[in-house]
Structure formats: C-alpha cells, structure tokens
Nanobody
Framework: QVQVVESGGGLVQPGGSLRLSCAASVSTITINGMRWYRRPPGKRRELVAEINSSGTTTYQDSVKGRFAISRNNSAMYLQMNDLKPEDTALYYC?????????WGQGTQVTVSA
C-alpha cells in the first residue's frame, strides 16, 4: 500500500511564498516520475509541474519562473514564489510507476489579501 501525503499549504498574501511537500511511503516500487496538480475553485484539475526519473522538469506556462519542483528519493517539493490569487487551488501530489498512479488527498493554497 502506497501512501502519499501533501503538506505546506495555507493562506498567503499576493507576492508571498509557500513550499509544498509530498511524502510517499514507498519501498519496493520504482517511481518513474512525480507531479504536482492543482484544482482551482470551480475548475478542472490541471498539471502544474513534473519531474521525471532523470530529473527533467516541466512546468505549466503560468507558473514558469515562479515555481520550482524538486525531488529527493520519494519526497517531492514545490517552491512557489510570487504567488497570485489565480494560484489559489487544492494542490495534489501524484507519483507514477510503469503500472500505477498514486495520489494524495491534497493541500489547500489560498492567495488573498
């Protein structure tokens, strides 16, 4: 059983920063990559950033230059700077293997003055 837990969300003013963390309890599976998704209020879930097994990173255009994804074994992080109200969302950690996708329950990020 793989458990994925996010943390680090909260309320922040525009222009502020947050660092999200994702901890995955995995010991016997090979992680091909990890992703951060988010679901803004009233909208569909969207991919924010991804880091694959080679360490290659990709970002949604709206967060390029502001967000940075990183990974340390089965832990993953999302450093979010210069946050904007449109970054408000429930942020999810996802990790994938050759066969499966695993999801956390999400952590809420609210950007508001």
């Amino acid at each position: 059983q793989v458990q994925v837990v996010e943390s680090g969300g909260g309320l922040v003013q525009p222009g502020g920063s947050l660092r999200l963390s994702c901890a995955a309890s995995v010991s016997t599976i090979t992680i091909n990559g990890m992703r951060w998704y988010r679901r803004p209020p009233g909208k569909r879930r969207e991919l924010v950033a991804e880091i694959n097994s080679s360490g290659t990173t990709t970002y949604q255009d709206s967060v390029k230059g502001r967000f940075a994804i990183s990974r340390n074994n089965s832990a993953m992080y999302l450093q979010m700077n210069d946050l904007k109200p449109e970054d408000t969302a429930l942020y999810y950690c996802n990790l994938y293997t050759a066969q499966m996708n695993y999801w956390g329950q999400g952590t809420q990020v609210t950007v508001s003055a």
